[in-house]
C-alpha cells in the first residue's frame, strides 16, 4: 500500500545536510555461508540526510541497514559511524548502538513491559539515568508520537500503528543522532500507515539522520534528500528523488519502478 | 423490508432495522446448561441406532464411574475418620488398635482404621527424626523464620518483598546451618589464606573492568569477575558463620531425620538448581565453544544417570577419590547430588523457554544499547522464564518428591523414618503401615499441592500483565 505524495505535508525548513559526515561505508562485503549477500558497498552519509533505500525482496537492504549497528557482522572492508569503526569489540558497538535507533518491521517492543517501561529502559540502564528524570522523557516523546495516554497500558493492547510509535518513541529517548527504520510499515493496514509516516516526517523536519527501507515511494519523494536502489546485493542507483523517479538511469531500476507504480 | 436477503434472485440488500439484542438460550447457560454441553447430551441421544447404543454406553460408564469414585473417597473416610482411633485413654501402645482376639483392647466385632495414637506417639520422630529433644527450638524457630520468610517473599500483597526475598536467599540459609548444626565447625588453615585472597582478585578485577581499566579481557568479562566474587564472599562471610562458636549445642547431622530431612534436601535442591539451570540453560546457548561444550556435557551427563545411581556412587565411589581420613557429609552429598541432578532438568526447561523468545526481542534490546547481560536479564528471561513456569513447578514437584532417595545412602527422610517405625513392635498392628503411607502421603501432597496452585496463581498474574 502507497501512501500518494500530496497526502504528506512536509515542512523541508529545518532539513540541512551538513558537511559533517555521520555514516561512511567503504568497500564492505558480507556473506551469509557461502552467499554472497552483500556486494562492495560503498556509502556516505552525512548528518541531517533522509535516505530511502529501495528495492526488490532479498536485495540486501535489510542486511545493509543491520550492519549499520551491527545486528549483522561484515566480513571485509569498513564501516565507520560517528567516526568509531565498528569492529568485534563489544564496548565500541554498544557505544554506538547507543547513538543510533532503530525500528523494525514487527516493532520488537517489550510485551512484558508496559508503554512507560519499554521507553525508559534503555535510558536508565544504557544512559544510568534517574528513574525519574527517565519517564518524563518518555512521556515527551510519547506525547510527540501522540499516544501518551496509552503509557501504562501493554504493547499487546495497542493497534499496530501505535505499537509502532511506541516503538520510535523508545528509540528517540536515547536520544540518538541517527535512526535506521526497516520497513516500519509494512506490516501496517493502510490507516496506520499514515500515522507512523508522519511521526517520520516530523523526525525529519527537525533534522534528524535517516535511513529508511521502505515501499512508501510518496515519503521517499517527499522527503529524503536521496533514494538509492538496491538489487542482488548492490547499490545499483541513487540519486535524488526527482531524477531518481522521473529520469531512472539502469534497467532494473527502470524495472522495479514500472512493477511498483504500476498499480 | 421489500426485498429479503434470502431471495436467491437479489443482491441488493439494505438493512433498515437493526435486529434485536437478545439473551443467550436459557438451556446454553447456567448449572443445566453446563451440565447439558458437559455428559447430559451425550447420554439422551436415541434418535437412531448408534446414537442409542452410545448414550447407553455413556449412561454405564458414567454410573461406574460415580459408583468407583464415590466408593474409594467413602473407603479412605471410613478408614480416616470413622473407623480410625482417635483416643487413647490408658496410653497403651500397640494394644489401642487391636482388638481383643489380637491381643489388644478393641472389641473384637469392630473395624480398625487409622491408628492415629501410633502418629501421636511418633510425631517427633516424623518431623525431627532424632535432633536431641532439648534443642528442638531451633528447627522450631527455622520453620517458623521460613514460614514468614516465604508468606513475606511470595505474598504478593506483602511490601518490601524484595527485601524479603534477598533475606530469604542470602541470610536464611547461614542462620538456619547456624541454628540446625550449632556450628563451631573448623576449616583447614589455607582457606583462611587462599579464599580472602581470591575473593579480593574476583571483586578487584570486576570494579577494574566497570571502570574501564585492565585490559580488553578484564573489561569484557567484569560482569563475571563481579558475578563469581560475590559468590566467593557469601561462600567466605558463611564460612566465618559456620566456623564461629555461637554458644550452641552441636548436632549431627546423622540426628537429623524425617521432615526437617526433606524440607532441607527439597529447598536446597529448588534454590539452588533454579540459578544454576538457568546458568546452564544460557551456557548451552552461548557461541563460546568451550562454555557450550561444558554446558552441554554436564547436562547430558546428570540426565543420563538415575538419581538412585547418583546418590550411591556419591557415598561408595567418592570416598575411594578423596584422601583417606577425609569425611564427607551424607547429607551435603545428598544435596549436592539433589541438586547438580535438578538442575541438569531445569536446564532444558529454561532452554525450552529462551528458544521461545523470538530474535527481535534481542535485537530490539541490542539497537537501544544493552549489553548482553542486560538483555539476558531484563528481556529475555522474565519472558522465557514466565512461559516455562510449568515446567520448572513440575521439576520442583519431582525433585521434592525425589528426595525420599536419599534414604538409599542411609539419611532418614520422611518417608525413611516413617517406615523405620514400621520394625518398632511395640507399635505392630495391621494398621500401622497403612496409617504411616497415608500421613506421608498427605504430607507430600499438601506440599506439592500447594506450589502447583502458587504456579497457576502466579502465571495467571503474570499473563495479565501482557494479554495479546
Ligand atoms: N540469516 C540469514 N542466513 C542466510 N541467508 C540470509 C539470512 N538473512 C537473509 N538472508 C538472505 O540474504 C538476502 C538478503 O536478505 P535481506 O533480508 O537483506 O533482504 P531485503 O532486501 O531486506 O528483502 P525484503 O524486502 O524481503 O525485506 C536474501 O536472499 C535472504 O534470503
Ligand atoms: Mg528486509
Redesign the pocket.
Known sequence: MTVSAEEIDVDRSQMKVSDDVAIQITDMNKW??Q?H?LRDINLTVNRGERIVIA??????????IRCINRLEEHQSGSIVVNGVELTGDLKRIDEIRREVGMCFQHFNLFPHLTILENCTLAPIWVRKMPKREAEERAMHFLSRVKIPDQAHKYPGQLSGGQQQRVAIARSLCMNPQIMLF??PTSALDPEMIKEVLDTMVDLAEEGMTMLC?THEMGFARKVANRVIF?DR?QIVEQNEPEEFFNNPQNERTKLFLSQIMGH | MTSSPHAPQSVAYVRTEDAPILPPPANTTGLYGWARRNFLDSMTDFSDVGSSVRSVLMILLTAFLLWFGISQIWGLIKFVFIDGIWSNPTGARREACLTQAQGGLLPNDQTVGACWPYVAANAKLFIYGRYPMAELWRPNLVFLLLALGLVWTLWSRMPYRKIGAALMLVVFPMVAFVLLTGADLSAPKAFWYVWPLATAILLGLGWAGGKGMGGEAVKAFSGAFWGLGLFFAYILVFALAATMNWGLNSVTTRDWGGLLVTLVVALTGITASLPLGILLALGRRSTLPAVKILSVAFIEFWRGVPLITVLFMSSVMLPLFLPPGTSFNDLLRALIGVTLFASAYMAEVVRGGLQAIPKGQTEGAQSLGLSFWETTRLIVLPQALTLVIPGIVNTFIGLFKDTTLVSIIGMFDLLGQVSSTFADSSWATPVTRPTGYLVVAAIFFVFCFLMSRYSMSMEKKLRRGHAR
Open positions: 551469509y555461508g552467499f549477500v528495492g526488490p525482496s532479498g536485495s540486501g537492504k535489510s542486511t545493509m526497516d520497513e527501507v538496491m546485493g
